[in-house]
């Protein structure tokens, strides 16, 4: 019997698929990173030179066509996601589309469409799902372990963007998608809905921007910055089996000195539980005043990625199930973030700009196609 071929990998992006996702690939023995497109081929050809992938494409078009891509995984900034996708979804290829899935909710719904239409592998690289700690807090919170849900919280704070000193790029530039909001609060919005089953019905959202001025990395020349580079949300959830009348608080900030945190935590009537970023599970008792360990951050991190990144442990086993769902033929990994989901995520971050603009509650609209 003649063995299967591996499954080709085309990547498009040379910044975060150079850290976490080129090495999460390399690591599943059933699969090979065949070709890699990115803004600039400089930069594709120095990661291709890197993690010997054999082709560098002149741009993402070339990946998208190249005979042995069977997942085309796009790691670009938010503008070009739609475009990328439906070129992929067009030449028959699955689809990994980083986060925030688009610019906004009818962007984001007509990529949902086209893939629930044909029926095709597509997902959103939200592979904090895939920590075993929050799979674990999953299954205590809907098993009743700290009773109903009254009130969630999730804090991002690093430095990241905090000095003047950091160049302009995407990040700064709201018409192609950057800022904390969406590229970290598209995470906060899937972890609730994933860990809390619940919908959000409403937002109350402040975005600021603290370092107006960058300069351009090419010319010097200082440019505005057009996006939030702190964003803090107030929410309110639709009721269900696990929570009524419950709240959520967000907090992000890529422009806070002192020590990097990332943590959920959920607060039920008897008690509550929190996730670190390593994917450590903690536990409170009401009245203890105090965490307890449940369990420590496991699960392997691929070779080539740092050992303390949350993101690497996550997308190590992600990585892993795409390939076996590729292989087996299958349309999708159970567990992960669907474009409908994407889609559900991109309502929220939608109403929150509206909240900040208006300065009141708002609610989360559906598109009108919406069903």
């Known amino acids: ?105 009818g962007e984001a719904d007509g990529m949902r469409r086209r893939t629930e239409e044909g029926k095709s592998f597509a997902h959103i690289d939200h592979e904090l799902r895939f920590l075993e700690g929050r799979q674990r807090m999953r299954e205590m ?9 009254r009130h969630a919280k999730y804090l991002w704070r690093a430095d ?39 919908e959000i019905e409403q937002v109350f959202c402040a975005l600021q921007t603290h370092v107006r001025e960058r300069a351009d990395a090419e010319t010097g020349e200082m440019r505005k910055v057009t996006t939030d580079d702190e964003a803090n949300m107030l929410i309110r959830f639709a009721d269900n089996e696990l929570m009524k009348e419950a709240t959520g608080a967000i907090s992000l900030s890529v422009v806070e000195p002192g020590e990097a945190a990332h943590r ?37 991190v691929a070779s080539g990625i740092p050992k303390d990144s949350g993101w ?7 990585a892993q199930r ?22 559900r995520t991109q309502l929220v971050l939608d109403a929150a700009r509206r909240s900040h603009e208006e300065g009141c509650w708002a609610e989360i609209e559906t598109t009108k196609a919406d069903t």
């Open 1 to 105: 019997m003649a063995e299967k071929r591996l499954i080709g990998i085309g990547i498009i992006g040379a910044g975060f698929a150079r850290t976490t996702q080129i090495p999460g690939f390399l690591n599943c023995r059933e699969a090979r990173v065949v070709a890699i497109a990115s803004r600039t081929r400089r930069s594709a050809e120095r990661v291709a030179s890197e993690f010997n992938i054999p082709v560098v494409a002149d741009n993402w078009r070339k990946v998208v066509e190249h005979k042995d891509v069977d997942l085309v995984s796009i790691v670009t900034p938010p503008v070009t996601h739609a475009e990328m996708t439906f070129a992929a979804l067009d030449a028959g290829k699955a689809v990994l589309c980083e986060k925030p899935m688009a610019m906004n909710a």
């Open 141 to 149: 919170i809907r098993e009743g372990e700290i009773g109903p849900v």
């Open 160 to 198: 990241s963007r905090a000095s003047a000193s950091f160049n302009w790029n995407w990040w700064s530039d709201a018409t192609q998608g950057g800022g904390a909001l969406g590229a970290i609060g598209s995470h906060a919005v899937d972890s609730f809905r994933w860990l809390l089953g619940a």
């Open 264 to 300: 959920a935590e959920v607060f039920g009537e008897r008690g509550a539980l929190a996730v670190g970023e390593k994917g450590d599970l903690w536990s409170a008792v009401i009245g203890d005043g105090k965490w307890t360990l449940v369990q420590e951050a496991r699960g392997r």
């Open 312 to 318: 690497g442990r996550g997308f190590t086993e992600f």
């Open 322 to 343: 795409i390939v076996e769902a590729l292989r087996e033929g299958r349309t999708g990994v159970e567990g992960a973030a669907t474009f409908a989901d994407g889609y």
